[in-house]
């Protein structure tokens, strides 16, 4: 775990050390993650989540075999499609959104070709070449967010409704799994009306925000030096292999793919909430 280096921070507190400018580094939602750095070099491989691909360098292949491959600068590789990412140059970055979340449903709309289940030639390709060629571990969490804003075109939502703010920060913060009928009470709602609200106000369900509420809380043990042992238990999963086996099919790589290089982590909250 040497090689790691860690920074776990809301938009206000940095702490912690950096990886140097070129190194890899990862943000993290509940809800999207964004990697960018060296190509990961992957095998064919899927996961659970949509994935948005930028050649920071140079055009990339996505083979699918046995349909076919296509070359691109920007893809979308949608979620549980079995793939090949052959990289041109040697930067990348990779956007994973929630399937069928408001993010992932407008990203979509931004690409004008298909081929082979996989999207190509996003909208706003040149500026996200742009922005992500200036992508690194010291970038402030604004710029960030604006990169993810132009990759999906989405307008985040102003969390009105602050039963649901509030249940996102419990979720984020909580200890210990918490059922959505232990919260729905607690707001003096039905189960099925807070279910409701939570998915308007999110745009995505509850289900899949408390598994991006666990990822993120994992990330934030590892951002602060733990192992995967203690990473683990902070984001409640059952053991260290229960930990890597749903990373990796949410992601489709294992957390070993990435901790072994040079890696700085960051932890953001929801646009529109605060700690």
């Known amino acids: 775990m040497s090689a790691l280096s860690r920074t776990c921070r809301d938009t206000a507190s940095p702490q912690g050390r950096e990886a140097p400018d070129g190194q890899a580094a990862v943000w993290l939602w509940p809800g999207r993650a964004l ?7 992957l095998g064919p491989h899927s996961g659970a ?14 083979r699918r075999t ?5 070359r691109a600068r920007t893809a979308l590789v949608p979620p549980r499609v079995r793939h090949h990412l052959i990289a041109g140059g040697e930067r990348m970055a990779f956007l994973y959104l929630d399937p069928g ?13 298909g ?42 939502a102003s969390f009105t409704d602050p039963r649901i703010a509030a249940a996102m920060r419990r ?4 200890d210990e799994p918490l059922p959505a009928a232990l919260l729905a009470a607690e707001f003096g709602l039905s189960e099925s009306r807070f279910l409701r609200l939570f998915s308007e106000r999110t745009g995505t369900s509850y289900r899949r925000f408390r598994l991006w509420a666990q990822m993120h809380r ?10 995967l042992t203690r990473a683990a238990a902070d984001g ?29 982590i960051r932890c953001l909250d929801p646009v529109g909430l605060t700690r």
Not at 131 to 145: L, N, V, Y
């Open 171 to 174: 979720l984020i913060g909580a």
């Open 101 to 113: 979340s408001a993010e992932d449903r407008a990203c979509r709309a931004r690409f004008a070709a």
């Open 218 to 227: 994992a990330a934030r043990a590892l951002a602060e030096g733990a192992n």
């Open 35 to 41: 990697y960018a750095g060296p190509s990961l070099r």
């Open 49 to 62: 989540v949509a994935c948005v691909a930028v050649g920071v360098d140079a055009p990339f292949t996505v």
């Open 66 to 70: 046995p349909d076919g491959e296509v």
């Open 236 to 264: 409640y999963f059952a053991s260290p292999s229960h930990f890597s086996t749903a990373f990796h099919a949410m992601f489709g790589l294992p957390p070993s793919a990435l901790l072994s290089r040079s890696l700085t």
């Open 115 to 156: 081929d082979h289940g996989v999207l190509t030639g996003h909208e706003s390709e040149a500026g996200l070449l742009v922005r992500a060629a200036a992508i690194s571990a010291h970038s402030p969490d604004q710029e960030i967010a604006a990169w993810t804003a132009e990759a999906t075109g989405h307008v985040a």
